[in-house]
């Protein structure tokens, strides 16, 4: 069986695959989900933050949710949440707002806020656009590759990592992306970062040390979703906007999706792809993601 979440706008979506079709169930009603992941070791367990109603948790692969860490995680705003694929304990990070990042090594029944990332230099000109006097961690990224090596986003203003599990930080590199919306790593391909952002698409093959910028094709500057062929790092599709407003507010909206693979010899251009797909105008820009399971499937 096939499950599905999806985050809509005061709910959580369940769509399930039967022998009879797709089933339907809808939870978290009220709710602004932010964030969902699937715990890769027990596809049973999600997580779920939302703006304005914390961190949930469901044991059951999204039919049933409970409130949890209600007292441990100071903010009511969980923008991230991302369970480690390495760990053999159950480590599960979350990120909030106003920003600040937390840690469980025991899938939600403790945390601890790992306070140093507020420290860093560039932390003073962190800074939402929509809410200036404010930023959020808008995505966290456990590598697949090294256990404890974590990035996350901030919105707006750094892409830093932590190489202890979030205890110390390596604040951003100069020529790196601002404003990060989705970062990838690749078990094929160690080191390799991806980065979808509303500066452009950035790449780097050094664990951010330094970064490239293919824009070969690319005529959308505002990225916002990314995911990579679970089989093939060198397949990257991205989804794109002339602008934040165009992507984001339907009375503009218009967005687009590229893909691009890259050829033997390193190069590859970015061709936009409409087959199958909403006319550009009028859709708002999208979430992408990978089958981690089977190679070539993406979810739009």
């Known amino acids: ?7 809509m706008q005061d709910s959580l979506l369940l769509i399930e695959s ?8 809808e939870s978290l009603k009220g709710c602004h989900p932010q964030s969902v992941t699937f715990d890769h070791r027990n596809p049973n367990r999600v997580y779920c933050g939302t703006l304005g109603d914390g961190l949930w948790k ?6 049933r949710w409970d409130r949890i860490a209600k007292d441990s995680i100071s903010s009511n705003d969980v923008t991230s949440v991302s369970v480690s694929r390495l760990e053999q304990k159950n480590r599960v990070y979350v990120g909030t707002e106003p920003t600040a990042f937390y840690r469980s090594d025991d899938g939600g029944e403790s945390w601890h806020r790992m306070s140093t990332l507020n420290n860093l230099e560039s932390s003073k000109s962190w800074s939402f656009p929509p809410r200036p006097w404010t930023s959020h961690v808008r995505w966290i990224e456990s590598d697949v ?4 090596y974590v990035f996350i986003a901030i919105e707006a203003g750094a892409l830093v990592q932590s190489r202890d599990g979030g205890r110390t930080w390596i604040d951003r590199a100069e020529q790196g992306p601002y404003d990060t919306h989705t970062l990838g790593t690749h078990q094929k391909a160690p080191k390799r970062l991806y980065s979808s952002a509303g500066d452009g698409y950035f790449e780097s093959f050094d664990y951010g040390k330094s970064w490239n910028r293919p824009t070969a094709g690319l005529k959308h500057r505002y990225l916002y ?21 165009q992507g984001h507010y339907i009375e503009h909206a218009n967005s687009l999706v590229y893909r691009r693979s890259i050829e033997n010899d390193g190069q590859g251009e970015w061709k936009a792809v409409s087959n199958g797909l909403p006319q550009s105008e009028g859709t708002i820009i999208t979430i992408l993601a990978a089958n981690p399971k089977n190679k070539g499937v993406l979810c739009h």
Do not use: E, R
């Not at 469901?58 to 039919?63: L, Q």
């Not at 590759?145 to 404890?148: A, G």
């Open 1 to 7: 069986m096939t499950s599905i979440i999806a985050a």
């Open 18 to 25: 039967s022998k009879t079709g797709w089933k339907t169930h």
């Open 58 to 63: 469901s044991d059951d692969a999204g039919h």
């Open 145 to 148: 590759n090294i256990p404890d």
């Open 225 to 245: 979703g990314l995911a990579v062929d679970s089989a093939d790092p060198n397949t990257i599709v991205v989804s794109a906007s002339q602008s934040a407003w």
